[in-house]
């Protein structure tokens, strides 16, 4: 299965580590935390994106975008 690199928001600070123990639990595999933010960053199988959305807490999980630039030849 493809991974995607993904941010979780989690809007309440007091919920921060249950969320994110939660998260694991459902596939994230976590690279950085951010409690002062309310944002984790890791990289989850794609068939559990909908899974990890509709997590209590979660607020959002958001995709990482790549950008390309094309300069002319």
Known sequence: MKEL?????IPDPSRFEEV?????KH???VQKAFPPLGIATGAVEQ???GTLRALPGVGSVEEER???TSHPA
Do not use: F, H
Request: net charge positive; aromatic share 6%; no cysteine.
């Open 5 to 9: 690199n993904v941010t979780v928001s």
């Open 20 to 24: 994110v123990q939660a998260a694991r």
């Open 27 to 29: 596939g994230l595999k």
């Open 47 to 49: 068939s559990r994106l």
């Open 66 to 68: 790549i950008y390309r």
